[in-house]
């Protein structure tokens, strides 16, 4: 078989595996997109088409949609370079039928339109699912959201825990804890009482993780008030595993458009964490970093401690440049039953699709080029590894 031939071979096998996506932001209660708008406010393309040069005039919430729309594609030719308008291509091929190669700002108005037709169908969301072949999403919930009306087998639930860990002082935040919680925080033993209630009231409802995203300056410790530590406390007790995000620092960029603010630095190291992995073997801990050169950390820590798992792509690691070096390292360095190969970060389910084909595309050939040219793995067994990445491993370390 060509080189061609193989990586097509693997990637069509790899889109016929169901797919259990374990980190989103999704609205369960509006998953799918309204209109284009939906899909260009997505802060990739506000960022790009902004940094691009297009005036935040547009990106405000009073600005008209479809204006709006017009002015993000209007600059694209500007940005058609990037991974995300590769992204965007994808969406309107597969959803709103668009057949040309590239999108121009010719095609605004009629990609608008086609958008308002198709989003409108009543069973547009089963659509979605089903051209994805998406079966689970995880969701990111705070601690006080409304868990009920919505198929928690579909849209798992995840305690998202940085407004506990950050912002407990502020009045409010205590307010919402009582009122979700039924216990009014006064000392440590209460803090404890209604943190633990969290988790049973999360539990109850399917939760199948806890997540946090952490700044490159932060250390857990280990201090009996520490909020962080009681989650950690609480992982355990519960069999959740619990998510760390590290290494993203807020309001970088402080003019920036809405959710474009947030970038990295190269302080941070997972050496910050030694006494929390080492403290709670009985947790895992699904690591993301924000950048390649910390990969190689990771990969290590993963290769030493059994309860630290590399989590998916992360945000400006998401293009392919750098999942596919990422991708062969962890290939290369960690056992294959730890990895958990993607997650979308979507905010809206129709980026499921585009994003995850990008992945199992890299997949496909970095699987092809480490594995199966150089006779180590036949190709039923390269299916076999990649399934193990994109379906088997999330479903083993989130027990879903």
Known sequence: MSADGLIQSLTAAFDAIPLIDPHSHIEPLSPVSKSLDDILGYHYYTELAHSAGMSQKLLGPDADPRDRCREIIRFMDRYDNTAQYGWFV?????????????????????????????????????????????????????????LDGFDTAKYVPCLRTDTLVFKFREPGVRERLAKVTGIDVGDVPTLRKAVRALFERFVAKGAKACAISLPPD????????????????????????????????????EKGVHQGQDLFDRRCSLIQYRELFNAFPEVTFPVSVLTSGQNQELVAYSWIFPNVVPNGHWWYSNIPAYIGADLRERLQGVPKTKLVGYYSDAYKLEFVLPKYGMYRRILAKTIADEFVRPGTLNETEAVALGTRLLRDNVREIFNV
């Open 90 to 146: 994808n969406i309107c091929k597969s959803f709103l039928v668009f057949t040309g190669d590239r999108v121009t700002a010719k095609d605004a108005d009629a990609l608008f339109d086609a958008s308002l037709k198709a989003f409108a169908a009543k069973d547009w969301e089963q659509q979605v699912f089903a051209k994805t072949n998406l079966e689970k999403i995880f969701l990111t919930n705070e601690f006080d959201d409304n």
């Open 218 to 253: 932060f250390t857990p410790t280990p201090e009996g008030s520490s909020i962080f530590w009681m989650l950690a406390e609480n992982c355990r007790e519960f069999k959740l595993p619990f998510d760390l995000m590290i290494g993203v620092n807020r309001r970088v960029y």
